[in-house]
């Protein structure tokens, strides 16, 4: 599935964190009606198998909305139940090697936090890149924070779309004006919040007015 890069505007990463009495679909599902313009499903916990069933459910569930969905690090999963594409991180597979086995057809995203990180990425096959963190994030504990001016560097260098993610609430993005980025991708500013749906839908107004701003 080849995308088009107004699809990176709203781009909401799953968090099982927050699930309370909810069921993860239950939560993409309100996302995907406030507006999330792409889902990535990301599992560190959970056994293959039920993986796979998640998996499968989720990319249905992102069919009806005509959203990309893409799997967070696992190729093999990814290739299994045939999702849009893969994420994946400086630390996991390289992404010469995850394009070879997802195939041309396939979207490949790679997190980058340096100039040279994202031109490697985009020569081994990379379709868009995340930066980040550029605010500080308490959903990835390992997360080195990303200047701004570091995150306009790598925008300026790529001839590919660039999101930004980490920390990103709709308080702070106006911070990311004039970056270059042609989206946002957010965790907590989704999941984590009392109303998905209405939260996603002034994340996704407040991400086109700083854009076009």
């Known amino acids: 599935m080849k995308f088009d890069k107004k699809q990176l505007l709203l781009y909401a990463v799953t968090?099982?964190?927050?699930?309370?009495?909810?069921?993860?679909?239950?939560?993409?599902?309100?996302?995907?009606?406030?507006?999330?313009?792409?889902?990535?499903?990301?599992?560190?916990?959970?056994?293959?198998?039920?993986?796979?069933?998640?998996?499968?459910?989720?990319?249905?569930?992102?069919?009806?909305?005509?959203?990309?969905?893409?799997?967070?690090?696992?190729?093999?999963?990814?290739?299994?139940?045939?999702?849009?594409?893969?994420?994946?991180?400086?630390?996991?597979?390289?992404?010469g090697n995850a394009r070879e086995r997802i195939g041309t057809q396939k979207i490949l995203g790679v997190s980058v936090q340096t100039v040279e990180q994202a031109l490697l990425a985009e020569k081994r096959g990379a379709d868009y890149l995340g930066v980040g963190a550029v605010f500080h994030t308490g959903s990835k504990a390992d997360a080195d924070n990303v200047g701004h001016d570091t995150l306009k560097a790598i925008c300026d260098a790529v001839s590919i779309p660039v999101i930004a993610i980490g920390g990103i609430t709709k308080d702070n993005l106006i911070r990311l004006t004039g970056t270059g980025i042609c989206g946002i991708a957010a965790i907590s500013a989704v999941f984590a919040q009392k109303d998905i749906e209405k939260s996603t839908r002034i994340l996704k107004k407040l991400t086109e007015e700083m854009i076009s701003a």
């Open 15 to 95: 968090d099982r964190n927050w699930l309370g009495t909810e069921t993860l679909y239950d939560q993409v599902e309100k996302a995907l009606k406030g507006g999330a313009t792409f889902i990535q499903l990301r599992e560190k916990e959970l056994e293959e198998e039920q993986f796979l069933e998640e998996a499968k459910e989720l990319k249905k569930l992102c069919r009806r909305y005509k959203v990309p969905f893409v799997i967070n690090d696992n190729v093999g999963i990814a290739v299994k139940m045939d999702a849009d594409g893969i994420h994946i991180g400086q630390s996991d597979m390289e992404a």
